[in-house]
């Protein structure tokens, strides 16, 4: 294993630390309190806990080298760990759904609001710092692992900054009376129903995270070609050596998996070339797609011009 890839596990265990601290500080908001909006967020971040074990077995498997049964590696089971996510977060999703909306209808008043504001607010800042390191980390390494987990992480800040938001109305509420009418015609104690509402909305935020998480793994599994960006910029390099009749090129396919991206072209030269003449111009070109990507593999195949087969694919 490489200093790159024990380095990517190091940020799995990194995230699994993270989500048992914000966990113990979120549940013991919770217990204080007694917000089910907190208690979103405590099963949140659990969700991030089984997503952050199931990362790092991931990284460590997809760390290894191909081998006779995996010629092209094992970077594709990254899509089974965002996959994997993208479903917990939704069955989370569910569990927040059906306690906040029992909570609609039997609201409770909330208890020292602003102990458990404070200890929520650390364990956001937790979050945030990891999300940020996994992010940056996973878009330098192009792991959609890391890149995936960081994005969720940042989805469970947001959701914190709006849970707290909507605590912070319910305690600025109770110094005053009660003003919903709506809420008092269905018996309930006023801004206390805020609390399952907010919890709802963060159910609602968690499944499109979800959806996301799950679009994207299909997309990696499906084969799906290179961004437009990074195509743009191998067209770039073959066209430099397209320039006039002699040289030209087609069949460009691409994909990525994982951190590893792939790539097919078919490159046309006279028929009179060398072998040697053919083989430097296709090292020279697969050269400098090299310097744009750190894990790239191509495939090059070499065809006279004149001949009209070569055309044909």
Known sequence: ????????TQYGWLSIMAAIATITLKSYAYLLTGSVGLLSDALESLINLVAAIIMLIVLSISA?????????????????????????????????????????????????????????ILASVINLVVAKILISVGKRQQSITLESDGKHLMTDVWTTVGILIGIALITAANYFE?????????????????????????????????????????SGLMDAALTEEDLSAIIQILDQYSDSDDISYHALRTRYAGSRRFMSVHILVPGKWSVQQGHDLVENI??????????????????????LVSWQH
């Open 1 to 8: 294993m490489s200093t790159t890839q024990k380095s990517l």
């Open 64 to 120: 290894r080298p191909p081998d006779d049964n995996h010629a092209y590696g094992h970077d594709k089971i990254e899509y089974f760990s965002s996959g994997a996510e993208g479903i917990l977060i939704l069955l989370a999703a569910i569990s927040i759904g059906i306690t906040a909306w029992e909570r609609l209808w039997n609201p409770q008043l909330l208890q020292q609001l602003d102990i458990g504001i404070a200890i929520s």
């Open 178 to 218: 009660p003003s919903m009418a709506f809420a008092k015609k269905l018996g309930m104690n006023g801004w206390e129903i805020l609390d399952p509402i907010i919890a709802i909305l963060v159910a609602i935020n968690i499944v499109w995270a979800g959806l996301q998480l799950i679009k994207r793994t299909v």
């Open 286 to 307: 697969e050269q400098q797609i090299m310097t744009l990507f750190d894990n790239i593999d191509i495939d090059t195949h070499l065809e006279p011009i004149e001949d």
